[in-house]
């Protein structure tokens, strides 16, 4: 078995408000593979993400029971030790590429002080590599492309240099937070392409947050899907599309419309009604209200079961509950 | 960038002129200038003499055209009142508002900028709240009491500092403060504000993703973003400083040109007031384009506009 490279037990992390956006999340990224975190908006991904970072906007508090960073605790680090790690080892890419450059400075400039800050490499140094970077993301004369300014690129562009900035000081983990949703569906697929060759050439461990099952399908080992702040279910990407448990990874996948599974004309699956909002001291299971598989006892606590090991789920149905039984 | 700057420059000429028009009839609507001229006591005889003699009685138009082309020419009339050219009486005195004018403006940049930042850093701390709260007071507090305030405490009864004239560069200090005084709450709020925003913006996240020190994120990616509004207000600012320091001339007994400006208007010597405010009106006019300059170095993608 591979190396555990991010290794995150019940996280948990509150607004302000009182609402608690994250109630629990365990999730374990091997070196070198894609762990896909798949969930409805508002389910918390992005924020458990930033809370690994360590980026979490004022106003919210994290904690967990652990969390390790290639055998470092996370949750003992300052803000100070946690910067020498942000950027250099771990690094994250951004869903909206279009704010995510600061307007005022080149390219070229704000590729470069990721490795200057870190590697303390010169300013040449530190441009050649980003140049280089560039051209890997493929990005075509790259070093006309150093001394624009974000506004001067589009959207696509903006995310390739985003990733090759990200790559400066050859990270171990990449977090990539719905790096393709901003963008046109052509340049989605050239994205992912480029995420999935740099992580056979680089060994990047990549930490992928999408709503989008398709690039789940197209990139994961290991799925994790999350609802309303915890992960019901999780499990190799093979094992969860072949086997998917949880009901509400069951009606994730119905909603997906796949040539030659659906018959042309028959309605798509739904799952009906929104996500709740979690209050404070909450119990049982959040899915309850949406679920047709639903019993009184589902309102007290909810088992975390074991289908075959690796894949987990949380919930009090049997591993092989029948689809059509109770529905 | 070419572009951007000539249509600036283009609109600048355009507000120079608009200004000069204004300057000009503002003095006719004031009265007949040839009666103030001649005083109280002068008899009818007086005042023809006096408007034949200055060209008073000439068509408006004629005198607007010739006074348009000897300012061109850098001839601004001359004083009634000292029998000097106007322009020799402004440059005499441009040293003392100009110090006293950056003095102020260096003191307020000095003081809004760190204090904006930390109260946009804290945002929502008592340290904030506090730091809001001497926006207020300065926003309140009428620069004369804060003038004499500080006379009476700093320079009588603590006796740091020299409370009149300019005669050593300290001089310009507690002038300087209390001009400041007036600008710190905007500047203060205007930095805060923009602090605020960039701070909370999607690429100071990605600043903190790259792992920069605290002091690059502030001071690097969220100040220069920030910076703008804060530039343009500060411009407007040493204008308001340079023209607007009348009140604190005279508190302080400085002779610059707001004195020459009030001194004029009151006595009616109606080519210094002219030339003052032509003068005041360029200088700000200048200021404005070169906030416009310093916004389009901070922000490229002005240049592109």
Redesign the interface.
Known sequence: MSETLLDVQGLRVRFGGGTEAVRGVSLAVDRGETHCLVGESGCGKSVSALAVMTLLARGATRSAERMAFAGTDLLGLDERGMAKLRGNRMAMIFQEPMTSLNPAYTVGSQMAEVMRRHRGASRRAALDRAAALLGRVGITAPGMRLAQYPHQLSGGLRQRVMIAMALMCDPELLIADEPTTALDVTVQAQILRLLLELQRELGLAILLITHDLGIVARMAHRVSVMYAGQVVESAPAADLFAAPTHPYTRGLLDCVPAPGKVARGAQLGSIPGTVPRIPLGFTGCAFRDRCAQAMPECSGDIPAQTRIPGHRYLCRLPAGWPRDAAA | MVTFLARRALLALLVTLTVLTISFALTRLSGDLAVSIAGPQATAQDVEIIRKAYGLDRPLLAQFFDWVGSAASGDLGRSYLYHEPAAKLIRERLPVTLTLGLTGLCIALLTAIPLGILAAMR?GSLLDRAIMLIAVIGQAMPSFWLGLLLIIWVGLKLQLLPISGVDTWDGYILPGIVLAFSAIPALMRLTRSGMVDAL????I??????????A?IVLK?AL??AAMPVVAVAAVQLGFMLSGSIVIESVFSLHGVGYLGWESISKNDFPVVQAVVLFLAIVYICLTLLADLLNAV????LR?A
Do not use: M, Q, V
């Not at chain 2, 909370?200 to 690429?203: I, K, N, R, T």
């Open positions: 945002e909370a913006s999607d690429y996240r990605t600043a903190r993703a790259k792992g920069l020190s605290r690059s990616h220069r973003n901070l922000d490229p993608r592109a």
